[in-house]
């Protein structure tokens, strides 16, 4: 197979740098929810490396559970309309409901999981996001945890894809042209 790495044009986030940020975020989650049942829910497929490294950097006791959803339409942008293509196991009712994300851009799809999640009696659901775009924003949405905030530019590596590949990257970073050309 080709080497991934190699079709990076720059480095975003360093496997240390993304490993001190997450790092951050666990301890921040821990505090808040001392003394409270956390269910983290994953949202597939880019959420794989931050769920796995967030649930790993957490003392508290944690639920794992995942979803994934998909965007009605074909363009490369979310369109607000989300389908479910596999549902949670764990019932919501009366949980503490984190739901852990790659990337924050739009906000589309986080905007509709919230309000999805929320009708499901929970006691509360809160958002951690490894990354966020500002300048992709589209809807008012309220994240909690935010690692860190990054350009408009499209960004693989570490669960996050290009036509499903460059997820297994252990770093974050932007693709060389000539990949996408
Ligand atoms: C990406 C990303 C977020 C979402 C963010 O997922 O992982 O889930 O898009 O976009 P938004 O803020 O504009 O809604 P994608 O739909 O590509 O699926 P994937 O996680 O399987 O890659
Ligand atoms: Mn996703
Ligand atoms: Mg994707």
Known sequence: AEDVVGDLESVLLS?????????????????????????LVGVLKGALMIMADLSRAMKS??????????????????SGVVRILKDLEEDLMDRHVLIVE?????????????????SRGPASVEIVTLLRK????????????IGRDIPNEFVVGYGLDFDQKYRNLDVLGTLAPHVYQ
């Open 15 to 39: 496997r240390e740098e993304i490993d001190e940020i997450v790092k951050d975020l666990a301890a921040k989650i821990d505090r808040d929810y001392e003394g409270k049942d956390v269910l």
């Open 61 to 78: 006791q944690v639920t794992v559970d995942f979803m994934a959803v998909s965007s009605y339409g074909s363009g490369t942008k979310s």
């Open 102 to 118: 790659d990337i924050v851009d739009s906000g589309l799809t986080l905007s509709w999981l919230q309000t999805n999640l929320k």
């Open 134 to 145: 500002p300048d992709a924003l589209a809807v008012d949405i309220d994240v909690k945890y």
